[in-house]
């Protein structure tokens, strides 16, 4: 069976809050568009919805390599400590709008009683309609890829830190709004 990666990129960061506080799943559906364009100078815009089975669906808009891609993260694992979305998001380019399929894997580790490490994990591969693309213009797949690959490695290892300090706001907020047991 013939690999399909794109490229796959994973990047790690420190969360300085619990890990008992941090519930990636909430964050990401409840991250603001102004909260996720404050992660990367690449991001434009970002919506939850639901499909048709009723599974949450981040929607995101960014610019990588100078293409804007749409990206329809659907769940597919959901648990505080991590959080699996697969997408066939669109690129849209100068020869038209191309499939690619992406899996973003986010997780938290515990370090210790006060500190996390959050791993931002991007995993692309080519679709048949993209391959397709590119056989039509004359593009090699290895060359494809040697080209995203920096693009890719790039954003995410700027993402992730400021993925990380957002989670950990997320985090440190919830704490500081859990109810308060009073003194009898």
């Known amino acids: 069976m013939e690999d399909n990666t794109l490229v796959k990129s994973s990047f790690s960061a420190t969360i300085h809050a619990p890990i008992e506080n941090v519930d990636i799943p909430t964050w990401c559906f409840g991250l603001s568009e102004s909260e996720y364009q404050s992660c990367s100078p690449a991001h434009i815009s970002a ?6 089975d009723g599974r949450r669906m981040s929607i995101n808009v960014e610019v990588l390599g100078g293409n804007p891609m749409v990206q329809h993260y659907v769940e597919e694992i959901t648990e505080p400590h991590h959080l699996r979305l697969v997408s066939n998001s669109d690129i849209f380019t100068p ?3 191309i499939k690619v399929g992406v899996t973003w894997d986010l997780s938290v580790k515990k370090i210790d009683d006060d500190t996390c490490e959050f ?4 995993h692309s591969s080519f679709t048949p309609e993209l391959l397709d693309s590119l056989a039509k213009q004359g593009i090699p797949r290895e060359a494809f890829q ?5 693009i890719s490695e790039a954003h995410n290892r700027q993402e992730t830190p400021l993925f990380a300090k957002s989670i950990e706001r997320h985090a440190l907020r919830n704490n500081n709004s859990a109810p308060v047991a009073s003194a009898a």
């Open 47 to 52: 919506a939850v919805t639901t499909t048709p």
């Open 95 to 97: 020869t038209g709008r």
């Open 119 to 122: 791993t931002n994990l991007v």
């Open 146 to 150: 040697s080209a995203r690959k920096p």
